[in-house]
């Protein structure tokens, strides 16, 4: 599967964005998806994901509160909804998928990925 990330852009602290992921087929339905996210120098860092059909979702300690992830099967779509957002949420996001629900969270789970989007959080 072919996933695409959107939405990204500049904005202050305090302020919200919302993130898309578009996979390339009807399938996304299949796949537990998440978000990652990666500054330059640093390993690329788990974000949020959640289970084929939504019902369970994990966050990042980093996240929790502020962060919201969604899916939508039936428009092929996951969304990540960014709320309070800090100028050390500035980074690349990526958005990716695997088969599986793990306990894990780490980037060698994800089976696909995506091109990312940029955030900039502005101070």
């Known amino acids: 599967v072919q996933l695409q990330a959107s939405g990204g852009g500049l904005v202050q602290a305090g302020g919200s964005l919302r993130l898309s992921c578009a996979a390339s087929?009807?399938?996304?339905?299949?796949?537990?998806m998440a978000w990652f996210r990666q500054v330059p120098g640093k390993e690329r860092e788990f974000v949020a994901k959640?289970?084929?059909?939504?019902?369970?979702?994990r966050y990042a300690d980093s996240v929790k509160g502020r962060f919201t992830i969604a899916r939508d099967n039936a428009n092929n779509a996951v969304y990540l909804q960014m709320n309070t957002l800090k100028p050390e949420d500035t980074a690349v996001y990526y958005c990716?998928?695997?088969?599986?629900?793990?306990?894990?969270?780490?980037?060698?789970?994800?089976?696909?990925w995506g091109k990312g989007t940029l955030v900039t959080v502005s101070s």
């Open positions: 959640i289970d084929k059909v939504g019902g369970a979702t």
């Open positions: 990716a998928a695997n088969s599986y629900w793990v306990a894990t969270s780490i980037a060698d789970d994800m089976d696909y």
């Open positions: 087929e009807r399938t996304v339905s299949r796949y537990v």
